[in-house]
């Protein structure tokens, strides 16, 4: 991973060009940077929280702020690979605790709701299903199939396959896939 071009220390995250300047900048740095720009101070806030889902497992959220021009942008990411993400999107003069507030609460909703449930078919073999009949989730990458993506539902990640899998005791229904930007 590539460092930060300002700091030396943490991952760069971010490129920006500055006139002909290419930089690529740490979250830390990148804050530093626009907050000058846009003349907002970003407040400390809390760096993580820890939150009980659905089956009372405490899942551990990081806390991540970046400022743009058209607002604040602050993402809770649990601390396990394709874990849960949740985020929420503020003005620039917004107060930045009630963001927070706000995004704890969202990443609080929708931990408790659940959507696949594992069940066990007569003769023993273990089966996944639809708990109601939807399902909400997160696309990502998936770079062990080609041009495949993982969907993660229920902080984990299920292949396009298993996906096709838990809709296929819908044989014949009809189905509406609609696409949300992560902060709605
Ligand atoms: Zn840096």
């Known amino acids: 991973m590539a460092k ?3 700091c ?4 760069a995250k971010i490129h920006l060009s500055i ?12 804050n530093e940077y626009m ?8 407040e400390e806030l809390l760096e993580s929280f820890s939150l009980k889902d659905s089956e009372g497992v405490v ?4 806390v991540e702020t970046r400022l743009y021009p058209i607002g604040i942008f602050m993402e809770a990411k649990e601390n396990i690979e394709f874990g849960y993400t949740f985020a929420v999107h503020g003005e ?6 009630q963001l927070l507030n706000r995004l704890i609460e969202k990443t609080k909703k929708g931990i408790k ?13 273990p089966y996944e299903s639809l708990i109601k009949d939807h399902f909400a989730g997160r696309i990502e990458y998936d770079e062990f199939a080609e041009g495949l993506p993982l969907i993660i539902i229920d902080g984990r990640a299920y292949t396009w396959e298993e996906v096709g899998r838990l809709i296929m005791s819908y044989e014949g229904f009809q189905i509406k896939v609609k696409m949300y930007d992560q902060t709605d």
């Open 19 to 30: 006139e002909d300047d290419q930089l690529s900048l740490c979250n830390d740095c990148y």
């Open 8 to 11: 030396g220390l943490r991952e």
């Open 92 to 97: 620039l003069e917004d107060e930045q605790q």
């Open 35 to 42: 907050a000058g720009e846009l003349e907002v101070e970003l």
């Open 59 to 62: 899942r551990t959220f990081l």
């Open 113 to 125: 709701e659940k959507y696949i449930e594992s069940k066990v078919f007569l003769s023993g073999q």
């Open 4 to 6: 930060c071009d300002a």
